[in-house]
Each structure stands twice: as structure tokens, then as C-alpha cells.
């Protein structure tokens, strides 16, 4: 220990106080930077009583980051589901404080609310037969519920091709974070390898994680030499060393009974309900549960309620013969029978009133009454074998073919047999139902993501007190270095001058 | 007149002093330089014939190389120091081999390692798996050059799989299992692995597993560039291995080989990989427990080709080069080289040592060995001069010269007398 020797230790402390003013300011000027992790830098004593910056470290919270990243998998999947289910639900746009005269509830325009209209129509027409304008009046309302159920349906296609679109953006995203994962992963390795400041680069990793959780569900191992791997909460490899690449072929339109494409890597489907290694959460499964399993669900009631139609306002053989069943007031293009409860897919967008009975296309209304819809003037469908005047006969029969119970597909979700009412206020009660629970799940996942976020922010991020205290400290030593250099430099001086 | 010659040795010898503290002030901020010393000692006239009388004296000087400068931190990789005891062995342009503490070593224009002083870092080549220096020897040793050096790749030869496979699962008929090679491919679940070929291109492994029954399943592994375009199966060829794999119902831990077909149960698995070496993937520590699939770790050896964009040299004195792909290579060997007396050694230009008959024979070993110090990357040594003590000297020394002039001076003012006496 020498006069030369302190030179070199105050030189130590101005390089050492340097590297960590560096690092306080790094970490201020970050301290609002999502993900951010503070960095510390840490020193240690040399040999020569000096001191060096060994390294710059980040506090990192592995656990906590796993449960950001998680939350933010299943409340991203729970909002693609209630984003599409929202869209759906508008076609019932359920105004709770209206009510039908009847006093039941009213579901806007949903079927099941068209369908109260449609009765009560029918019930009028029934004390009144002889009126052409209430005739009209069920006609009008029957293209009201056709209306609704075209709608439906239409409203439903919209739905799982935007879920498709959306999916095949879900895919972009995830091959392109692969890719500049690829990238960060590489100067993480490096640097570990050559001992070169890598807190910066294992920020953007765990921000591109974050960002992939977003689109799908992950989780991750990390190897000796740093390397991190991904792999789908479902256990498909997605980044190990090089990025497997997603595919998907997106669907332009998807109608009724046409499954979407799914997603694949590698070969290995991860959507899809016969995928055995299907993903979990994040958008990309959300979407592809909303594609796949909800949106057809709703399509397949609004078909059996299609069907269920056809089939209650269906005329059947009135000279006793064998005649087979042929569509009433309700049909569909082409029809040339009835169809049975699996024959009905994609039924709701093609469902219409018959031209024969609608006066606005040339039609006659009094084939309601009279019957024989499905073939003007055939004997064989004619309920009115008398001609009488103010029949009632087959207005009655339409109104409890409504109420009466018949068979329905249970795969659609909503039991095997019911009447035709009750089923379709069930399925506007089962949407409703959905759309709530969605609606609800995605916000409780949406405030698990900020209470995780917020507990990851307070161990990981910049606490601008303790930075600044630092920063005092720091600044402290600074001066008594400086002092230490002027003192050395005086004594220096006294022994030149007593030379 | 003896007074005179003895004042006059006197004074040559503390300016010998003065010139020695002269050289260390100058040299007070050279790398690696060892405080010259300067001794006095009494010159004696013994004539036969006369009592032995005072004769003056003569100033030697000795280099203290074996004194610890302290270390300092650079940026520069390549600046080397030493801790402990010990020189660098270092060669001029002509070949011939030196010693030095001067660390300041950088890449020349040809990519070898100089310092400031024109001298070349000499150490042994251990590129290639070539052996280490043998000790007490300077044979063997070569420039270290850091250019030029080859990209690196590695094929893969180990891999280490530990994974959880549902105890859940239902059973997969035989005739649909992934070794039929089938399309559709019918599976439990599937991972990847990536190995790398003998020119490090980069094979993706599919690795099925399908439950066959209870505690039992088959592992296939594809190579996944055989199949179909676009990834869809089934594979051009059949699978590149296929293993039975009995799972021990009370431990959920794979079983040992009972009646299991070879290759054994447990045992590493064989997998040719295309292009490359047999990787054997180890998947002992693979379970099977009533939970859903899951990877816990996937580590496989190799590496893509890399280019060379580093170097690090640890207190060894191994140089390795660090490649892009993460993986590093040692290179170099750097040796120290010592002698039995430091302090004898002959200086030369530079800050460089040659080896006297007085210093002893060269040591050279591997840094850390035995006697030996170790190597600072990043760091170099100070010289070891104090500039207090050198100008506290300074004055001493002038003090002393003073003196030996006033000798001087009285010495002359008594031959004035006796001229005088005959006048």
C-alpha cells in the first residue's frame, strides 16, 4: 500500500460509482416501462483493495411472471369467446323491460319472441277468420321469425368467419413472436456464454412471452446454457433452439355443417375438438372454441327450431292416404318433404314463408285457413273439405302445433323433446347464459391479470425511492472519492515542495 | 590521492542512484515494470604491502521482478495480467524468446497477439483435441492468433428428455399405433426435439407417444422433414426408432426391463439421426402420473454452425474462442514460464526479460500450477514504482552527492596547500 496504489483504488471508485449512477438511471428512466425489471449492479472487492462491477443483474421473478403470463392465456381466450358470443347475443337483443302483451318476457327480435308474436297472430286470425288483414297480419309475422332466424344464422357465420380470420392473425403473430424470439433467445445464450450484459435482452424475452400468452397458452423451461424452451400449455413444442412454424389454412366462409381448418405445427393439430393435444387458453384457443364448439352449437338450435317449424306447420295427406307430409307455411328452397331432426343443418338460413301463402309474392292468404299451402287446389292437402266459410279447423291446429311437444337432436345442447315455444325461449335463455358467463369469466380473468401484473411490478420493477436513495449514496461516495483524490494530490504536492 | 578518488566514487555512484530513481519516475506508469533498486557497496584497496584502507564505492543496481504490481481493469479481453509469480513467454520479430509481465496484449494486422512492446504472445495450440504443454518446455509453443478461426458446428450425440405422460390416457389399438406410420397419425401426445447433424444442420424429431394400455406405451420417433408437405403425416419413411415403455404402476417412474423387448426398458434410447451421429436420448427420469401431459425439460447436445465472435481466457490461462450459437472451444493454452532467481534475469528493451547464467533455468507450466500465478483476463499490472518513495530517494541522494562533493572540495583545498607550501 503506497501514496501510487490509492491513485489506482480512487480510480476504481469513479469507474465503479459510474457503472451503478448508469444502472440508477437506467432503471429511472424505466420505471414506467411495462415489464421492465430493475438492474442492479453488483459490486465486489478486488485483490488491490479496490473495487470492481463483477455484474449486471436484474430481479427477476420466474413464478410470478408464469402467473402473469398464465392469467393473461385464460383471460385473453375468455374475451375472444365474449367478444363472439356479444355479437351473438345482439341478435336476440334481450330488452329486458319490454314485454309482450301477454305479459311473458320479450326477447327483441329473437325467435323465440317472433314466435309469442306469431301465436298471438294466429289466435286472433282464429276468432276472426273472415278477415283478410289479420290473415295477412300471421303471414307478416311468420316473415318476421323467418327474418330472425335468417338473421341468426347469418349472425352466427359472421361470427366463426371473423373467429377464422381472427385465428389466422392469432397464427401470424405467433409464427413473427417465434421468430423474434429466435433472436433474443440467441443474444441471451451469447451473452451468458461471454459474459455480456444480457438484462435488456432477457426483458424482451419475457415481454415476447407475455406477448405470446396473449395469442395462446405456454409454458416454458429454461436449459443449462440459458436457452429458453416453449412449449403449449398443451405440451406441443414451440420454440426449441429454432421456432416451429404454426400453419393455417383460414376459411373465407364457414357455413353451416363446414368445420373451420385447424391450426397445426409441425403437423400436430392443437385445435379442434379431435386434436389430442389441443391448447388450452389464450386468444387462439378462445377463438377456436368460439368457431368450433359455440357458435355451431347455436347454429344447430337455430336449426332444430327451423326444422321444428317446418315440420309443426307441415301438411299432411287429408283423404286419408299415403301422401307424404309436405312443408306449410314455413318451407325452404328446393323442399320437396318434411326433414327429420338430423336433416336440418344450415335449415335457418334458408327457412322462409311460403310464396304460396304470401300475398306480397302473389300468394293467397286463405290457403292459411283452408289449407293445401304446399299444393294450391290438390284435394290431397286441403283441410277445408267443405269450403265452409270462417274455417277454423286448421288455425287451431297451427296454434297448439306450437305449444305441442315434439322431437328435437339432443347434440344441439338443449334436450330431445319440448314444444316448439319452449324450445326456442331455451336457446335464447342458453345464449344468454353464455354470453354472461363469458362476459363474466373474462372480466374475473381480466382483474386476475392486474393483480398478477401488479405483484410481478412490485418484486421485479423500479421503486423510484429506493433509486433514489441509492442515487444519494452513490453520490456521497462520489464526493469522498474526489476529496480522497484532492488530499492524495496535496500530499503529493508537499513532498514536490520539500524537494 | 585517495581522498579525491573516493569522493569521486562517491559521487558517481549516487548518480548512478539518481539515474536508477530517474528510470523509475519515467517509468512509473509503464505496464508490467519492476522498481530498479540501487546497492551500495565499499570498495577496499588492499595493496600486500599496506594496511587495507578505505577505496570508495560502487553503486549496482538490481531489477526487483518478483515484486506484485497491482492489477487494473481495461475493457480489452486480450490485456492479460498475472497474479502470482511468473512471466509470459513472449517472442520478438525475429524469433527469439523472451519473458515478460507486460500484459498489453491485441490482435496484430495477421489476427496473433502482440503487446506494446513488439512482443508475441507465445502459447500452445489445443485446436483439434492436440495435447497441452509439456512442462519445462518452450517446444511446441506457437503465436496465439485469434482471426481466422473456423465456424464451429457439432452434432448431436446425448439428449435428455423429462417429460410426464397421462396415466389417463386410453389405450391406442395396435393396429393404429404411430409405428404403422398411418394417416391420420393416431397418438396420446407428441413433442420435438431439434439434433443436429455432423455438418450441424438442424433435423426436427417428432416424438409420439401412445398409450398401448395400463402403465404401457410406445415411443416413435420421425424425422419430421420426411413428412408429407405441410407437415401432415404419414412419413415417407418409417420411424427412426420405436420403444416400448412400461411404466411402474405404484411409482409412476419407468420400470425396469421387464419383459420389455430390447433395447432394454430404461436404458438410453438409440435414434440414428439423419445426416449425424446416434443421438441416445435418455428418458430415465420420464413418469407417468395422473396429470396431463407436460415437458419439464428437453436438452439435447450439438450446435448449428456458429461463427466466432468472442473470446475469453480464464485464470488457467485457457484461451477459448466463443462462437455465435453459444457454445466455445479452447483454443490456446497460455503457459507461464519462471526462474529460480527473477531478480537475475537480464533486461532487455520492453519491459522483456532474457534468462542469465545467474537467473537460473526456465520454468514453464501451466498457469495456477504449482508455483505459478494465475491470469487476469481483462486486467493489467501496474508498474510497481511508488513515486513517494522514489522522491524521498531523490533527496537522499542529493544529500549524499553534497556530501561527496564537500569531501571533494576539502580534498582539493588540501593539495592547494601543500602547492603553496613552496611559494
Known sequence: ?499 | MSILDTSVSGMLANSNWLSNISQNVANANSTGYKTADTQFSALVDQSPDQPSAGAGVTATTTSLNSLQGQIASTSTTTNLAVQGAGFFVVEDASGNTFLTRNGTFVPDQSGNLVNAAGYYLMASDVQGGSSNTSVNSLSGLQKVNVEGAADSASPSTTANLVANLPSTATAIPAANLPSTNTNPMTYTDETTMVAYDDLGGAHTLDVFFANTGPNSWEMDVYDASTATPGGATPFSSGPLATQELTFDPTTGALSPSTGVTTPPNGSPILIPVPGGQTLSLDLSQTTQLATAFGVNSATINGNAPGSLNGLAINASGVLSFQYSNGSSQNAYVIPLANVPSPDNLTSVLGGAYQVSNTSGPLQVGNAGAAGLGTLDSSSLENSTVDLATELTSMVEAQSSYEANSKVFQTGSDILDILNNLKA
Open chain 1, 1 to 499: 500500500m503506497t501514496l501510487s496504489s490509492a491513485y489506482n483504488i480512487i480510480n476504481s471508485a469513479f469507474a465503479v460509482t459510474g457503472a451503478q449512477s448508469a444502472t440508477i438511471a437506467r432503471n429511472i428512466t424505466n420505471a414506467s416501462t411495462p415489464g421492465y425489471s430493475r438492474e442492479i449492479a453488483n459490486v465486489v472487492d478486488n485483490p488491490y483493495g479496490g473495487a470492481d462491477v463483477a455484474s449486471i443483474t436484474r430481479e427477476a421473478n420466474s413464478a410470478l411472471l408464469d402467473q402473469v403470463n398464465s392469467s393473461t392465456s385464460e383471460s385473453a381466450s375468455q374475451s375472444a369467446i365474449a367478444a363472439g358470443l356479444a355479437t351473438l347475443a345482439q341478435t336476440v337483443s334481450d330488452s329486458a323491460s319490454s314485454t309482450s302483451p301477454s305479459g311473458a318476457t320479450q326477447n327483441g327480435a329473437s325467435p323465440s319472441a317472433m314466435l309469442a308474436n306469431l301465436q298471438s297472430a294466429l289466435s286472433t286470425y282464429e276468432a276472426d277468420p273472415s278477415n283478410e288483414s289479420v290473415g295477412e297480419a300471421v303471414v307478416s309475422a311468420a316473415g318476421d321469425l323467418t327474418a330472425s332466424l335468417n338473421s341468426g344464422a347469418a349472425a352466427v357465420q359472421q361470427v366463426r368467419s371473423q373467429a377464422d380470420a381472427n385465428m389466422a392473425a392469432s397464427v401470424a403473430t405467433i409464427n413473427s413472436l417465434l421468430n423474434q424470439f429466435t433472436q433474443v433467445n440467441a443474444t441471451v445464450v451469447n451473452g451468458l456464454h461471454s459474459g455480456a450484459d444480457i438484462s435488456s435482452a432477457q426483458d424482451s424475452e419475457d415481454s415476447i412471452l407475455t406477448q405470446l400468452s396473449q395469442q395462446v397458452g405456454i409454458s416454458t423451461t429454461t436449459n443449462a446454457n440459458g436457452s429458453v424452451s416453449i412449449y403449449t400449455d398443451s405440451g406441443v413444442t414451440l420454440f426449441q433452439d429454432i421456432p416451429q412454424t404454426l400453419s393455417f389454412t383460414p376459411s373465407p366462409t364457414l357455413t353451416a355443417g363446414v368445420s373451420g381448418n385447424p391450426v397445426t405445427v409441425d403437423g400436430i393439430p392443437i385445435t379442434g375438438a379431435s386434436a389430442p393435444m389441443a391448447v388450452q387458453s389464450g386468444a387462439l384457443a378462445g377463438l377456436a372454441q368460439l368457431r368450433d364448439t359455440i357458435a355451431p352449437e347455436y347454429q344447430a338450435q337455430l336449426d332444430q327450431i327451423s326444422g321444428g317449424l317446418v315440420n309443426a306447420f307441415a301438411e299432411t295427406d287429408q283423404t286419408g292416404g299415403t301422401a307424404p307430409a309436405l312443408p306449410g307455411l314455413f318451407t325452404f328452397p328446393g323442399a320437396t318433404g318434411v326433414p327429420s331432426t338430423t336433416q336440418v343443418t344450415g335449415l335457418s338460413s334458408q327457412i322462409e314463408v311460403n310464396p304460396n301463402v304470401d300475398p306480397s309474392q302473389g300468394g293467397d292468404v286463405d290457403l292459411l285457413q283452408n289449407g293445401g299451402i304446399s299444393d294450391p287446389g290438390s284435394a290431397t292437402y286441403t283441410y277445408n273439405t267443405t269450403g265452409a266459410a270462417g274455417y277454423t279447423g286448421r288455425i287451431q291446429q297451427m296454434v297448439s302445433a306450437i305449444g305441442a311437444t315434439q322431437s328435437f337432436d339432443p347434440s344441439a345442447g338443449l334436450g330431445a323433446s319440448d314444444s316448439l315455444s319452449d324450445y326456442a325461449n331455451n336457446s335464447v335463455g342458453w345464449l344468454q347464459g353464455q354470453n354472461q358467463q363469458a362476459t363474466d369469466a373474462a372480466s374475473y380473468q381480466s382483474s386476475v391479470v392486474t393483480q398478477a401484473t401488479s405483484a410481478l411490478s412490485n418484486a421485479t420493477g423500479v421503486n423510484l425511492d429506493t433509486e433514489m436513495t441509492n442515487m444519494l449514496n452513490i453520490e456521497n461516495s462520489y464526493t469522498t472519492s474526489a476529496k480522497l483524490l484532492t488530499t492524495v494530490n496535496d500530499m503529493f504536492s508537499a513532498l514536490m515542495n520539500a524537494a
